[in-house]
């Protein structure tokens, strides 16, 4: 099947989303009522969805070298067949919705996901999850480079807080990165 435009959920995953979380993100769990919105929407419309998520090796051997430390202390961040590395269940994957495992911010950098999205006749992609300054922001930056059409969803996306996400906004405009609600996208969602 042949898509022209994917939506890609970046790291909504429990340990990046519940509070209490050492790596919680703290508006990260206001934004999952307008990505289930937007996802439905965008599945309606015919677009794909791909789910990038991260996946580390319990040690935390390939997780990045400041997160270690969180390994070692009992904290493990989306260690494989934890609670913490499950998807939202509030945006829990459909049948014909893909997932891309990463290790670092970019979707891109060490993934398939660009011969993913290259298979799938993808031209441009909707970048929505958490969070701005990292993988938002590493992964439109890599999406830019490889020459999809990037818009960033601002209220499906989401930071440790309000000027973070206006700053990275803003930054990412300068970059022609199109930054939009999803209402100027979907009107009726």
Sequence with gaps: MKYRK??????????FVEPGSPV?????????PALARFLDAGRRAGWCVVYIIRSHHPS???????????????????????????ICREIAP?????????QRFDGFFRTGLETLL????????????????NCVRATAVGAL??????????????????ET????????RRMSVRCVASDDIFPDV
Excluded: H, W
């Design 118 to 133: 290259r298979g799938l006749g993808v031209e441009e992609v909707y970048i929505t999850g958490t969070q701005y300054p």
């Design 165 to 172: 996400a206006r700053a990275n906004i803003a930054d990412m």
């Design 24 to 32: 919680c993100v703290a508006g990260a769990k206001a934004t999952l």
């Design 6 to 15: 994917a939506i890609l959920v970046i790291d909504m995953q429990r340990d």
């Design 145 to 162: 480079e490889r020459d999809f059409n990037t818009i960033v969803v601002t209220d499906c996306c989401s930071a440790s807080d309000e």
């Design 60 to 86: 935390g051997a390939d997780a990045e070298i400041f997160r270690r430390p969180l390994f070692e202390t009992g904290q493990p961040v989306c260690a494989e067949g934890t609670p913490g590395a499950e």
């Design 94 to 102: 459909g049948k014909d919705d893909f997932i891309v495992v990463k």
